[in-house]
DNA sequence: TGTGTTCTCGTAAACGTTTACGGAAAAACG
DNA sequence: CGTTTTTCCGTAAACGTTTACGAGAACACA
């Protein structure tokens, strides 16, 4: 059923090395002979196996997209990461390259799910994805010397690969900004307890933008939970019990601002009347909540396109002129201002 | 540094022929000698090279899935497919199998995108999403011969490759029932204008349901639209106006609903309260809604596991005994009663 | 005519496996 | 002790590519 370069040499009468040349667009292969080939190929549906070809290269043509599931209840998992799959999808394909996805142990960080891609080398490359500020993962693919980038920053392995984050520094500045320029001096600030890195990222932005409006940090109006529902639930009454009530609050995770107005409502207390609401990466969960969240939204499909073209850059392979290759990139949110605050 | 089967030959003094049977757990090998390869194997950090082993047996324990995107103007995917990605990822790796994941071009059908996996046999099988009333995509691959398997059903192909679906005409039945059960006896019926199978068999059911209600259908309450809120926002409208105004929506889709209800709320209707509202496929966005909409749910994760466990069992490399063959599944979807109807 | 260059192609090895085949040694059997 | 069977292992081919090497032919040039 499938032709391969034997069948096509075989035809030609021609040998199957010309053949491969003539394929490559090598140049030591006479024109005509190279447009009987790509007639041939046409006519006898070929085209290379990817086996072959890999083994003889010593490279896969794919790359493997690590997904790390956060433990939990949550029925459907974080629909952030289909419009970035779908840029680094595109942009893959366009180099000839595969898309592997491998999904973690949920909650568990350790690299035993990486181990099979990388040691029977199973993808050329890794995209990581939930960063952990401190990751195994991570430590694990540099001491292997496999190639990988990272969707969001680390502090592991150091400055030797591509990442690519969203700015929640930044962001989280911005929310106070906005906030304080609307009259809210305590403001809470409400993250996930995890290690993920975004969470100290938010803080060190509201953190900062306190200090520079010279509203002193509150450790009463910062709590941790659980990254969903359940976690924002259980932990806004402690915020809101603090002893000088906040106006406003700053979510660092969609679900877990959902969680949190179902205890502002509990406590009769309506988002967008009785305190202003901000989170910090939008999702559609926000866009039709009700009031409106007002979010900070990635442009997840240009992310993902960009996070493969830094991966892409990073490879001998690929990487076009020297010296053009793009270790960290930080990208802004855009503000999405709805009814909540 | 990626050792070899060669490497393990050579340390233990040994034929590669034997360790690769040692390795393999075949029979014709003594005892003492599997165990000192399988040591050796271990201290030498050795795992066999995929592509040696794909080229060599012809298979490359890979299995595709693929996207198709809607097209339109979706800021974010489906959530739809992360917890069934999961599910059958979960499976696959059981059997030491990789998960590809090719995206179609977004509305596009065409089997373009299939064809290099095929042809480069970039995978040893093929799952397949959103699925067409009518899918070339299915037309491709049963004539290329090429074993697949579909997440829904569709009338391309006949009855020759596993497929797994929810039960939608059921679905439809229900809603209608529970709806007449409160009532109700004009009840609209809003689904996605494109060729998606389930837009048929939703329809089906609530037409059979009406029926065996002794409610005749008015074409007036049925109407198709663009898959995704502003084709909800746009077609709900038009029911509403019929003649005889409807006491109740069935959507047959999550965004479309949340259009529809935007409509509705414009025209000063309250969902829950003016009017029944139910929704087909329950996602994550249903449940926050306000007031939260009354839907049905499917098992994403446990539809993932076994529609993967079905296609394996298609595969003559990996079929148990014979005749366990699975060809269609139907599941049932569960419904979770909110506010809104 | 002799020498050097260029163009084009065939040969064969290599990538890392798996496996059919055959043979030597050991065991079983009469 | 001779014969058959079993156990275990080495040899080598094969999967489908790519590519280093070399060689023949054609051509240019002196």
């Known amino acids: 059923m499938a032709s391969s370069i034997h069948d096509l040499a ?10 491969s040349r003539a394929l490559n667009g090598r ?30 290269k010593g490279a896969t043509h794919s790359i493997a997209f690590m997904l790390q599931p ?27 390259l595969d898309l592997m996805v491998v999904m973690g142990e949920p909650g568990q960080y350790q690299p035993e799910r990486l181990r ?7 993808a050329d490359a890794v995209v990581l994805a939930n960063t952990r500020r401190e990751d195994d993962r991570i430590d694990y693919l540099s001491k292997a010397g496999f190639p990988f980038a990272t969707l969001g920053r680390s502090q592991s392995g150091g400055d030797t690969y591509p990442s690519l984050d969203i700015d929640f520094e930044r962001a989280g500045e911005e929310a106070v900004d906005r906030l304080v320029a609307r009259g809210h001096r305590r403001i809470a600030a409400i993250r996930p307890s995890l290690d993920l890195n975004f969470g100290y990222l938010f803080l060190d932005g509201y953190r900062k933008a306190l200090k520079r409006h010279g509203i002193e940090v509150d450790p009463g109006l910062i709590a941790d939970g659980f990254i969903n529902e359940t976690g924002g639930y259980q ?3 402690h915020v809101m019990l603090s002893k000088d009530r906040p106006t406003a609050i700053i979510f660092n995770n969609d679900a877990m601002a959902l969680g949190g107005c179902k205890a502002l409502a509990e406590m009769g207390i309506r988002p967008g009347h009785d305190i202003a609401v901000i989170v910090i990466v939008d999702t559609p969960l926000c866009r039709y909540f009700s009031p409106a969240l007002t979010a900070f939204r990635p442009s997840l499909e240009p992310m993902g396109r960009r996070l493969a073209e830094m991966l892409l850059a990073s490879l001998p392979a690929f990487a076009g002129p ?8 930080v990208w802004p949110l855009e503000l999405v201002a709805r009814e909540s605050d």
């Not at 075989?10 to 053949?19: D, E, F, K, P, Y």
């Not at 190279?34 to 086996?51: D, F, K």
């Open 116 to 122: 099979r891609v990388v040691e029977t080398r199973r």
């Open 10 to 19: 075989r035809h030609l009468n021609i040998s199957i090395g010309t053949v």
């Open 70 to 96: 956060h433990p939990g209840d949550q029925q459907y998992g974080e629909p952030f990461f289909i419009p970035f799959l779908t840029g680094l999808q595109a942009r893959l394909a366009e180099s000839d």
């Open 27 to 56: 140049a030591d292969v006479n024109a005509e002979t190279r447009q009987r080939v790509l007639e041939a190929a046409r006519t006898l549906n070929y085209s290379p196996n990817q086996s072959g070809r890999s083994l003889r």
């Open 322 to 329: 020297e010296g053009t290759r793009i270790i960290r990139e």
């Open 235 to 237: 932990v806004t009454p």
